[in-house]
């Protein structure tokens, strides 16, 4: 676990660890958060959002576990609908614009 952070990540540190495409995941969650729950860490992992955090009630888990899920048509890096990839070095949520470009990097 590189980075955990104790007081919990910011809302501008969670948009600034996934690509900006799942912002409007990390916003809906942070405007739900209940106060005494703290972001553990937020990331990428195999093509999804990650969202870990301390305790909380059953229904924000709930929202974590929906916003994890549509990570994975939503384009990581803007937005768009996009689809697992895991055809390539890498495994990401990406629209089909978005691979084209990463692919010609
Ligand atoms: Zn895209």
Redo the contacts with the bound molecule.
């Keep these: 676990m590189g980075c955990v952070n104790l007081d919990g990540y910011t809302r501008t540190q969670a948009l600034g660890s996934v690509g900006s ?1 799942w912002a409007t995941l990390i916003n809906r969650l942070y405007d739900a958060k209940p106060d005494h729950t703290k972001v553990v860490q937020v990331k990428e992992k195999f093509g999804g959002l990650r969202f870990y955090i301390t305790d909380a009630p059953k229904e924000f888990h709930m929202l974590i576990r929906k916003a994890e899920t549509e990570s994975y048509s939503l ?6 609908e ?1 689809s697992l990839d895991d055809n390539h070095p890498w495994i990401k949520t ?6 084209e470009k990463e692919k010609s990097k």
């Design positions: 495409g384009c990581e890096i803007c937005g768009a996009g990406w629209c089909d614009p978005c691979k």
